[in-house]
């Protein structure tokens, strides 16, 4: 069965650095893939969507490229904020007849000020 | 304001006792669909609907039943709920376009309704 990795539980950042989140998966490519924030005790919100043929996308100071070789999606924020701190979670579509998205565990992502 | 909401946002009920979620969204979406998030397990989708009259199962569906009889509102019902449907659960609407490879599948969440069964 199809199988969604998010590197690590828990992430920790310095304020103004870099932050990267890794999104992976198995078996077969998703036609798109999606990223949303979701703070604690609220409904994730729309991110970022990048389809099969696309490479990278951004929005302001976030980035997010797909490897279908590595079959790996990378999430970044630049320049990140203590007001990034949130979970970011990575959702798969495998199938455009059903708009069915598949959601990896998530990331917690804190900013250290 | 464009937005889904969900009634109630907490609900603490005992084994058995029939219940009802409320969802509804006024952004005049065809896509409907419930989660559940459980920690370690993510969001994991229960029920869809892609249209008035139109449901289908999700990945974890047992326990559970919808109807879409408007467009507006996807009510999720919990028979006879027992403690393992204790859980965050989540409302979502997207426009769905229908059109393969030009479908904009964004989905607006709710606020969440944190059902605790005993």
């Known amino acids: 069965s199809q199988k969604i990795e998010q590197n690590s539980e828990a992430l920790n950042i310095q304020e103004g650095k870099t932050a990267t989140l890794t999104c992976n998966y198995t078996?077969?490519?998703?036609?798109?893939l999606q990223w949303y924030r979701q703070d604690p005790g609220r409904g994730p919100v729309f991110l970022l969507l990048i389809r099969e043929n696309e490479k990278e996308k951004r929005k302001e100071r976030l980035k997010v490229t797909f490897d279908t070789t590595l079959k790996q999606s990378l999430f970044h924020i630049t320049a990140s904020q203590p007001a990034d701190s949130a979970t970011y979670l990575c959702a798969l579509a495998f199938n455009f007849g059903n708009e069915k998205l598949t959601f990896g565990t998530g990331t917690r992502l804190t900013i250290i000020p | 304001e464009a937005q889904v909401t969900q009634n109630p946002r907490y609900l603490i009920t005992v084994t058995g006792k029939k219940l009802t979620v409320t969802c509804s969204q006024n952004?005049?979406?065809?896509?409907m669909s419930w989660y559940r998030q459980d920690p370690g397990l993510g969001l994991r989708q229960i029920y869809y609907?892609?249209?008035?009259?139109?449901?289908d199962k999700g990945d974890v569906p047992e326990g559970y039943k919808v109807s879409r009889k408007e467009k507006r509102n996807f009510p999720l019902i919990l028979e006879s709920p027992s403690p393992n449907q204790t859980s965050l659960y989540f409302c979502a609407s997207s426009l769905y376009q229908g059109t393969f490879r030009h479908s904009y599948n964004e989905q607006f969440f709710g606020p969440g309704t944190r059902l605790t069964v005993l």
């Open positions: 952004m005049n979406h065809e896509y």
């Open positions: 609907s892609m249209n008035v009259e139109v449901t």
């Open positions: 078996n077969y490519s998703p036609a798109y």
